[in-house]
């Protein structure tokens, strides 16, 4: 069974960086699409940044020109380079792929705060 594992969440101060790690396990397949979510309470799960198996990458407009999504297809782990964090990045973070999902992984979570 494959299973979606996230790391690398914290505290941070705001303007700090941080790098996500998602590591999918059980599987050998080389995932099309690969993306980040962030999710706050009471809130719906938001599209953070996605990676296609070629490289291709897209970004919420939120995120843009700060974060930077990345992967290794040999370790199929992908990851989230985080940089000038702001408290409005505080989420539980999680990983995924398409066009088929997995089961949801528990996240890490990421907290911007002085």
């Known amino acids: 069974q494959v299973q979606l594992v996230e790391s690398g969440g914290g505290l941070v101060q705001p303007g700090g960086s941080l790098r996500l790690s998602c590591a999918a396990s059980?599987?050998?397949?080389?995932?099309?699409?690969m993306d980040w979510y962030r999710q706050t309470p009471g809130k719906q799960r938001e599209l953070v940044a996605s990676i296609t198996n070629r490289g291709d990458t897209a970004y919420a407009d939120s995120v843009k020109g700060r974060f930077t999504i990345s992967r290794d297809n040999a370790r199929n782990t992908w990851y989230l380079q985080m940089n000038s964090l702001k408290p409005e990045d505080t989420a539980l973070y999680y990983c995924?792929?398409?066009?088929?999902?997995?089961?949801w992984g528990q996240g890490t979570q990421v907290t911007v705060s002085s």
């Open positions: 059980g599987t050998g397949f080389v995932f099309y699409v």
């Open positions: 995924n792929k398409r066009p088929i999902p997995l089961a």
